[in-house]
């Protein structure tokens, strides 16, 4: 953590620091006691988020956006998957005996609540997380299982995690997207979307782009889809309208390479044969991330705010500012790293 130190005149810029120093002619006073004052929030400049990264090593590691610190390591299985919503942390992972599901304090954390599902198997979604959801108008933790072939969605009460009912149950279905009281299920090879707002009456609809690489949805319930050739199908929220959206520029849209950081709006990450990464202004909802191909994420990207979040194929946590477009690694990780989910 930087400090600032006030025998000293201590400037610390950004991320990276810049320091001013006495001249060697300067005399510091000797009696002065040395007090630190925690700078860790860059006085208010950027809202505090933590980059949650699931390792190899059977852990959940919190990385603060703006210092770049561990907060803390908890234990999760490499089945981990992870989802964020109104300040809590939700992880669902696997051991010998089923399904754990959690909530945990984002500040420092304390498992608060702990529900098991023995013999139950958590749907593999491979990349951290995406098989865990929380809606954001009740707070209800809902979780993509695997019985067989068919899926099974799960709802929980938010502190507790009691069972509250089956949302709803499918054949295929790859990801558990949910905002503003609508539940959607994409299911990429078959190009389709499985609707659900709270009713008993479940709609599937045909994306129209065929099979899907990724798929995301916003907290005011605008859901975004896209295939591997970057071209999207945007459904708003409430209705069951699709509005095609033309690939951006020659480039491949990346697997999970769509996030939300706000209401309304979306983060698109494209592999291209671009020397450097490099950020769009604002098209229609959509703000392109241009990746060198050799620096794709891995896993997805996910968004909060200002920011987007990946992982590199070397195990870097990294962040980007979508306004600014300045970059950088957060820390490095050893053996299998996948993005989790971001938090306060």
């Avoid at 990429?188 to 709270?198: E, Q």
């Avoid at 950081?261 to 202004?281: C, H, K, M, N």
């Avoid at 992982?311 to 870097?316: K, R, Y």
Wanted: aromatic share 6%; glycine share 12%; charged share 15%.
């Amino acid at each position: 953590m930087r400090r600032l130190l006030l025998g000293a005149v201590l400037l610390i810029l950004a991320c990276e620091g810049a320091a001013t120093l006495p001249a060697p002619s300067q005399k510091s006073p000797a009696a002065m006691p040395t007090a630190t004052i925690d700078v860790s929030d860059m006085m208010g400049a950027f809202p505090a988020a933590t980059f949650f990264v699931v390792t190899g090593n059977g852990k959940l590691n919190a990385v603060a956006l703006l210092n770049h610190a561990l907060k803390y390591s908890i234990d999760a299985s490499t089945t981990a998957q992870v989802a964020s919503a109104g300040g809590f942390i939700y992880v669902a992972d696997e051991d010998k005996n089923g399904v754990r599901v959690r909530w945990i304090d984002q500040v420092n954390g304390t498992v608060l609540a702990t529900h098991l599902e023995p013999g139950r198997t958590l749907f593999p979604t491979g990349i951290g997380h995406g098989g865990i959801a929380v809606e954001s108008t009740t707070g209800r933790v809902l979780v993509l299982y695997l019985e067989g072939d068919r899926r099974i969605l799960e709802a929980y009460e938010p502190y507790s995690l009691r069972p509250l009912s089956r949302r709803l149950e499918a054949s295929c279905g790859d990801r558990v997207l949910t905002g503003a009281g609508r539940v959607v299920v994409p299911c990429f090879a078959a190009g389709t979307i499985i609707v659900n707002d709270g009713t008993s009456d479940t709609q599937v609809m045909n994306a129209g782009l065929g099979p899907l690489v990724a798929a995301a949805m916003s907290v005011d319930g605008t859901t975004l889809v896209g295939r591997d050739d970057g071209a999207l199908a945007r459904i708003p929220p409430q209705t069951t309208t699709i509005e095609k959206v033309e690939p951006f520029r020659p480039a491949t849209l990346v697997p999970d390479g769509i996030a939300s950081p706000e209401g309304g709006t979306f983060v698109v990450a494209l592999s291209t044969s671009d020397r450097d990464i490099s950020v769009s202004e604002t098209r229609s909802s959509q703000r392109y991330l241009s990746f060198p191909a050799q620096q794709a994420p891995r896993g997805g990207v996910l968004a909060q705010g200002q920011f987007a979040f990946w992982i590199t194929a070397l195990g870097e946590a990294r962040h980007i500012d979508l306004v600014q477009g300045f970059h950088e690694t957060m820390v490095t990780f050893g053996g299998r790293v996948l993005p989790g989910g971001v938090g306060q």
